[in-house]
């Protein structure tokens, strides 16, 4: 399961983007992809997996739309590639992605929070949509009636990162795709907390307490 690092990615570089980097390959190139003028919704935008889709989807030329907690990170988003930042605390987030789509909805909807904003990603999909359940950071998504999803024709899916690498030749391209990239500069790594190892407790309180923004590594 190794790959080879080229010049230009450093051992701290790869450490904070290689499971979040191929993820966002995958979710970008393969469960959906995203194609130029296409308009998406990303969930928890200035987190680390949000601060990679939203760059490389706005690379791939999509109308990228977030949603964040803050100002604050409504401002990194937009840094970022966030073409419209939505703070979900504050505002409707279904009403303002059908006022930016002219009441369509976006494409596809990467979701990795799960249980909390599930039900806003339904509603914010368009006719034929697609909700991209990748993760579930605020907790497991309850289950619901699958006929409820014919209201829109919409399409759910749940995918795990080590299905699309289990091949060594998926593997390999992946990463390659993602050092591409990277080292073009249309993808920075924000590496933006680092934590000694013995301080492993406090990355997981502050990870849960939605305290960071970017990438976290643990230095040994």
Known sequence: RLVVLPPGISEETAAGMMLKGMTAQY???????????????????????????CQWAKHLGALVIGTAGSEEKAALAK???????????????????RN??????????????????????????AILGHVVLYGQASGPVPPFDLSRLSAKSLTVSRPV????TASRRDL??????LFEVVLSGAVKIEINHRYALKDVAQAHR????????????LVP
């Not at 840094?79 to 987030?93: F, N, S």
């Not at 596809?108 to 914010?124: I, K, N, P």
């Not at 502050?206 to 590594?217: F, M, N, P, V, Y």
């Open 100 to 125: 930016i789509t002219k009441g369509q909805g976006v494409e596809v909807v990467y979701d990795g929070v799960g249980r909390d904003t599930f039900e806003r990603s339904l509603d914010a999909a």
């Open 206 to 217: 502050d990870l849960e307490a939605r305290k960071t923004t970017g990438s976290s590594i």
């Open 79 to 97: 840094r970022h590639g966030c073409d419209h930042a939505i703070l979900y605390k504050e505002q409707d987030v279904v009403a303002v992605v």
């Open 161 to 164: 990162l080590f299905h699309y």
């Open 27 to 53: 979710l970008l190139r393969r469960t959906h992809k995203v194609t130029k003028g296409m308009p998406i919704l990303i969930h928890a935008a200035a987190g680390g997996m949000g601060l990679l889709l």
């Open 172 to 177: 390999e391209k992946s990463a390659k795709e």
